[in-house]
């Protein structure tokens, strides 16, 4: 048996895990092809790399991934550390200035003495897991050559699912005479209010609220705007023609080719707003979300996109507000890998065949951010278990070592539990109270409330701890 870990992909799950690992005083080699060989979608050089939005979701603890969040700072998860210390405004959410967050990760991994980062593909899976304990944390965008040993070590065909990521514009080229900042319900005018005392608290408000702009369409600008995107000339990949698409990522032109009114349904939903200039709800509304630590880039709230790039600046620039908006990113759309895990994983993310084998991120079919880190967090306590033990085998499960098992009243053990309980039609799953076990007694009716319970009776689990 080797004396250390190996894990293979320097993402969220992957990074977790390292820094988990080795503050048991256990070794890590942690292999990120990184800067060698890129991904299609990545680019920087740095681990923890953020692709596509910069948002890890709502902070709150009545919403299922804000939930999660707070579990995972009670177990000192680093990566949700840090976002906390690179966080830039964005009302109820946590989200990070990007290469901030990616840096500091970085940095803190490469200081510590018991984890060596070693830039190279990996493409030989079985001989390291014959060796030692191995955690797969290649994320969705696993290279070709270890998804072919991923498909051979599983015995199963790859699955796949395609992202889109939104595209980003700098804000001193927003036109300010049209847009105007503020969180949704905050700029509606109350019944009591004159116009002139609605407008005086809405120039306050700006001045303090700057993590969302927004940018108001009447009838006739939306409808001339939906005409141009359903009609607009997408990307075409071979790979394309059979895809599927994840729902809770879906591009903006699919979306919209679903009715006229699907957007001002979806993303483009005016509720909660009124037009500075005409102090009316608008017809339509999109909000962009400051996406570094300056405020001078912001990403465009929902629209994921597989639009070719003259397409994104011809048809995005049509948005009232955005008529002569510099786009800092454009957004991109990308094959996503995953396993079919709950044939193949148990409730710690341990391939069921082969005790030293392990998963971790996207490429379990966790969807998201933070879950991505959830699932590196019970990967690595489960491979320290074993590593302690001393539990192997050459690829066959003998003696199981104790397991850590998280309760599935919390997100993390929900999550868990999800990708590891069979399901014919399995697809990447995001944080959300629907996968938690309803709670006991009477049915509370108030969603609010009932999401508070269930928040509660998450956080006494850990108490318990």
């Given amino acids: 048996m080797e004396n250390y870990i190996t894990i293979i992909g320097g993402g969220l799950a992957g990074s977790e895990a390292a820094y988990q690992i080795a503050r048991q005083g256990i070794k890590v080699k942690l292999y990120e092809m990184k800067p060698i060989k890129f991904s299609p979608a990545h680019?920087?050089?740095?681990?923890?790399?953020?692709?596509?939005?910069?948002?890890?979701?709502?902070?709150?603890?009545t919403n299922a991934c804000g939930l999660l969040k707070e579990e995972l700072r009670r177990l000192d998860s680093l990566l949700i550390r840090i976002a906390d210390e690179t966080s830039v405004p964005a009302g109820q959410a946590l989200a990070v200035d990007r290469e901030i967050f990616s840096k500091r990760v970085t940095e803190e991994l490469e200081k510590n003495p018991l984890i060596e980062i070693i830039h190279e593909e990996v493409t030989n899976?079985?001989?390291?897991?014959?060796?030692?304990?191995?955690?797969?944390?290649?994320?969705?965008l696993t290279s070709e050559g270890l998804a072919k040993q991923i498909a051979k070590i599983t015995g199963e065909d790859k699955l796949y699912f395609y992202d889109a990521a939104a595209p980003i514009v700098s804000k001193e080229s927003i036109n300010f005479d049209i847009a105007?900042?503020?969180?949704?319900?905050?700029?509606?005018?109350?019944?009591?209010?004159?116009?002139?005392?609605?407008?005086?608290?809405?120039?306050?408000?700006?001045?303090?609220?700057?993590?969302?702009?927004?940018?108001?369409?009447?009838?006739?600008e939306y409808e001339e705007f939906w005409k141009e995107l359903v009609e607009a000339e997408v990307v075409t990949l071979h790979e394309f023609e059979k895809r599927?698409?994840?729902?809770?990522?879906?591009?903006?032109?699919?979306?919209?080719?679903r009715g006229?009114?699907?957007?001002?349904?979806?993303?483009?939903?005016?509720?909660?707003?009124?037009?500075?200039?005409?102090?009316?709800?608008?017809?339509?509304?999109?909000?962009?979300r400051q996406d570094d630590k300056?405020?001078?880039?912001?990403?465009?709230?929902?629209?994921?996109?597989?639009?070719?790039?003259?397409?994104?600046?011809?048809?995005?620039?049509?948005?009232?507000?955005?008529?002569?908006?510099?786009?800092?990113?454009?957004?991109?759309?990308?094959?996503?890998?995953?396993?079919?895990?709950?044939?193949?994983?148990?409730?710690?993310y341990n391939l069921k065949s082969n005790n030293n084998i392990y998963f971790a991120g996207q490429i379990t079919g966790v969807e998201g951010y933070v879950e991505s880190i959830s699932s590196g967090m019970v990967a690595a306590l489960n491979a320290i278990k074993n590593f302690e033990?001393?539990?192997?085998?050459?690829?066959?499960?003998?003696?199981?070592?104790?397991?850590?098992?998280?309760?599935?009243?919390?997100?993390?053990?929900?999550?868990?539990?999800?990708?590891?309980?069979?399901?014919?039609?399995?697809?990447?799953?995001?944080?959300?109270?629907?996968?938690?076990?309803?709670?006991?007694?009477k049915k509370i009716k108030d969603k609010k409330q009932r999401y508070q319970k269930l928040a509660e009776r998450s956080l006494l689990e850990f108490d318990k701890k």
């Fill in 125 to 140: 899976i079985k001989k390291i897991a014959k060796e030692g304990i191995v955690i797969i944390a290649t994320g969705p």
């Fill in 389 to 441: 033990k001393g539990v192997f085998g050459d690829g066959v499960k003998k003696h199981p070592a104790d397991k850590v098992v998280f309760s599935e009243n919390t997100v993390i053990g929900a999550l868990a539990k999800y990708i590891s309980t069979p399901n014919k039609k399995f697809q990447p799953m995001n944080a959300n109270f629907g996968i938690l076990p309803e709670l006991e007694g």
């Fill in 180 to 220: 105007f900042y503020g969180d949704r319900y905050s700029q509606e005018k109350k019944k009591e209010e004159t116009i002139e005392e609605w407008k005086e608290r809405l120039a306050n408000q700006e001045k303090e609220e700057q993590s969302y702009i927004n940018l108001p369409m009447d009838k006739e």
């Fill in 294 to 348: 300056q405020a001078s880039m912001y990403n465009l709230v929902g629209f994921q996109t597989n639009l070719k790039y003259g397409e994104q600046k011809r048809i995005f620039s049509k948005i009232p507000g955005l008529e002569n908006a510099e786009f800092v990113k454009y957004g991109v759309m990308h094959r996503n890998t995953y396993i079919n895990s709950t044939k193949l994983l148990d409730e710690t």
């Fill in 260 to 288: 006229i009114d699907t957007l001002r349904f979806g993303p483009l939903k005016p509720v909660g707003f009124d037009d500075p200039r005409t102090a009316k709800r608008p017809y339509a509304l999109v909000q962009l």
């Fill in 43 to 61: 680019s920087n050089k740095n681990l923890a790399e953020i692709v596509c939005s910069n948002s890890f979701k709502s902070n709150l603890l």
């Fill in 244 to 257: 599927e698409i994840f729902e809770g990522c879906m591009p903006i032109e699919i979306m919209a080719k």
